[in-house]
Nanobody, 116 residues
Framework: QVQLVESGGGLVQPGGSLRLSCRASRINFSIYAMGWYRQAPGKQRELVATITSEGSTNYADAVKGRFTISRDNVKNTVYLQMNSLKPEDTAVYYC??????????WGQGTQVTVSS
């Protein structure tokens, strides 16, 4: 079965950086649009960034200029480089794989905590 496994979360001070990774298995990774979403306590899950199979990217306004999404189709991995982190970035971050006409797949999530 399809698996998306996130890693790279943790505790970081405000202004710091983290790099999240999501490795996919048992899917034709290169044809899927990949995305990062996050969910803070008491809030709905929200989109952070997406990258199409062709490499086009899209970002939520709250992270533009600070986060960068990228993908490596050889390693079946999508990344989220997060810089200038703020306390409001604290959330569980989820990886998503989407392909038109197919169901979406989700990872189990990785916790990111930004606190001094």
């Amino acid at each position: 079965q399809v698996q998306l496994v996130e890693s790279g979360g943790g505790l970081v001070q405000p202004g710091g950086s983290l790099r999240l990774s999501c490795r996919a298995s048992r899917i034709n990774f290169s044809i899927y649009a990949m995305g990062w979403y996050r969910q803070a306590p008491g809030k709905q899950r929200e989109l952070v960034a997406t990258i199409t199979s062709e490499g086009s990217t899209n970002y939520a306004d709250a992270v533009k200029g600070r986060f960068t999404i990228s993908r490596d189709n050889v390693k079946n991995t999508v990344y989220l480089q997060m810089n200038s982190l703020k306390p409001e970035d604290t959330a569980v971050y989820y990886c998503n794989a989407a392909f038109k006409g197919s169901r979406d797949y989700w990872g189990q999530g990785t916790q990111v905590t930004v606190s001094s």
